[in-house]
Structure formats: C-alpha cells, structure tokens
C-alpha cells in the first residue's frame, strides 16, 4: 500500500477518534446558586417551589440537565454574607438572590457571576443597579416594589377601620429593608392623618407577645407587619396574637392571610419566582445580565379572611369586599 494512503489513513482515523471522544464527552451541566432568607432544607417554602416550576416550565430537570445549590438562611440575616460566599467560591453559573443583604453581599463579592434578584425594594434606590432598563454590570432581575404599595395597604386598612388614628407597624429592627418599609408607610400615613407606632423585634428568637402588648399600650387600632425572612418563620404566630388582641391587620403577603391573618395586599408571589427562572434560562443561553431590563410585576392580589374578620368582632365594608380577588370564608 502507498505510503501516503497509509499516512492519511492514520490521519483521518486518529481525527474520528478525537471527534467520537468529545462527542463521548458529557456536557457540561449549569449550577445555580440560590439563597433563600427564610426557608430550611425540610421547608424550603413557596417560594422555592415557584422557582423550581418555573425551571420545569423551561425544560430544565433538576438533577438532570441542571442543578441548584440552594442555600438557607432560615430567617437569619447574618448569615447572609458567608453562604453568598460559599456559592461564589463554588463558581456558580447563575446567583438567584431575594434580600437586599445578600444582593449587596454578593455584589461585594463579585462582578463576574450573573446575579437573579427577587427584591421588594427599589434597586435602583438602593443602588443595586443603574437603572431599570439598563440594569448594567452583572445584576438584573425583578423589583417587585412592594414598597410602593404601603399607601394602598394603609388605605384599604382605613376603610376597613374607619376610626382608626393610631397603627403599630411590627418589623425586624435588624433589616434594612424594614428601615425603608417604615419610611414609606410613614409617608403615607401623614397623608391619612394616621399615627405610625413602630413595634422592633430582634431575631432569632422575636419577642413577639411583647410587641403585641405595646400595641395595646399604645392604643393602636390596627397592625400592619413589614414582611421580611425574620418575621415570615413567624407568619402563624404573628396572626394568632393579631387575632387574640383583636387588631385588624393587614400583611405584604397571601401567606399570612391563609395562616389567619385578616387581609393582604400586595404582588403575587408566585409568579415573580416562576419568572426568575425566566432569567436564568436567558442567562444559560448567553444573554448577559446588563442586556435584561429589570421588569416590575404588575400582578397585584387582595387577599381577605372572612373567618378571622368573623373572629375578631370585625364586618368588611361591602364595597372593600368586592375588590378581593381571594376570599377566605
């Protein structure tokens, strides 16, 4: 045989043999990093299961053509920072973020990993990003701007307790995102002539009945509870003793109100971390983050329980009832 057939022979049989091997070789699998702030591994919560929907909704199979490394800070905001880092020394492909301490934790720790934020408060504010529609840098996502909503919550709150001059506002005094929570019912609260008590707990473990008992001391009227990964561990408990001082109260979030609460306004929940997994899809498939507008939900639910309405000696006002999109009976 020439020995130039025999070379290229080899040739072309070593270049199949390369090309079958990389073909062999399996692909790379995407690892998320998710940080969950109230959650824990036995109860990873709504949240996470509206997230893991949506990844399914856009063929990803956990375990199988992705995987998340999920994260739980269990209502405790110091360790935020540290599990931040462990995802970020794990080189993950995509951050999935829903506090405001770990989206700055993790801006702090790197401009490289693509960040997903979940955030009630304004980023653009809080100098999370540049601008809503031109988020730039590495962070982008949804702002949910529960926020801006504490003027309906207090309203909708008046109609229902016409009298009422004084409101405690429970909140953990160690989140900042409770800080800017206050600031934004006080606003509204002067415009309804309505005075703001403000009732600080301290995690982990809330004093909670002593927050209840200075409402009353104070001669508040209603409550309204500032939702935060502390306090949400709380949701229960923060409903029953609502219900045992027989204060009307009106929460950010479904949740409380399906555990006891009396009503509840703001957006919903589960659509915005389905949608996070919009994102990450975006961000897998080469699209950079500073290239995705930041979106606003526009999806808001009034949520009432007629049960403890009924409990607490309380009747809603026909027409306040009529703009429910839930009613608990």
Known sequence: MNKRIVVAFLATLFLVSVHFAEAQQPAKIPRIGYVSGAGDPSNPGPAVDAFRQGLRDRGYIEGKNILVEYRYAEGRQERVPSL??????????????????????????????????????????????????????????????????SGKRLELLKEVVPAMSRVGVLRDADAPGSAIGFKEYEEAARTLKVRLESLEVRGPEPDLEGAFQAAIKGRARALITIRNPMLRRYTKRIAELAIKNRLPAIYEGSESVEAGGLMSYGVHDGENFKRAAYYVDRILKGTKPADLPVEQPMKFEFVINLNTAKQIGLTIPPNVLARADKVIR
């Open 84 to 149: 931040v880092s462990e995802l970020v020394q794990l080189k993950v492909d995509v951050l999935v973020l829903i506090t405001l301490p770990s989206v700055r934790a993790a801006k702090e720790a790197t401009n490289t990993i693509p960040i997903v934020m979940v955030l009630a408060v304004d980023p653009v504010a809080t100098g999370i990003v540049d601008s809503l529609a031109r988020p730039g840098g590495n962070i982008t996502g949804l702002a949910t701007l529960q926020r801006e909503l």
